[in-house]
Structure formats: C-alpha cells, structure tokens
C-alpha cells in the first residue's frame, strides 16, 4: 500500500514541478507593459514559486 501513496505522491510533485516552472517562464514572457506587466509577473512568480515549493513538500513525503 506503501507504493501506491508513493506513487500517488510523486505524481503530484511532478505537476506541480511543472506547472511553477511553466508559470514562472510565462511571466517573464509577458507582452503587457505598465502596471498590468508588473501585477502579471507578480501574480504568475507567487503561482511559480507555490508550485515548486509544493513540490519540493511531496518530494520530502516521499522520502
């Protein structure tokens, strides 16, 4: 039973690996400029770094 909490666990640390990696990339190529720019880089970094933190708290389930 073990495994499948394992796997299970892992396969969430991998979409949200990849879905903070994806939103950090997207907010450094936003076409906006002024202050929505700003809010969009902001708001698609927090989503970014959530992810990956997420992600790195799976990973220490696992292990």
Known sequence: ???W????L???ALVAFTLGMSS???GFM???EG????HERIEMGYLGVS???VSLLMV???S
Do not use: R
Not at 5 to 8: F, L, M, S, V
Not at 35 to 38: I, N, R, T, V
């Open 1 to 3: 039973m073990s495994d």
């Open 5 to 8: 909490i394992d796997a299970i």
């Open 10 to 12: 892992f396969g969430v």
């Open 24 to 26: 950090i990339v997207m």
């Open 30 to 32: 936003s076409n906006k």
């Open 35 to 38: 202050s929505a720019a700003l």
């Open 51 to 53: 992810g990956l933190v």
């Open 60 to 62: 220490y389930l696992i």
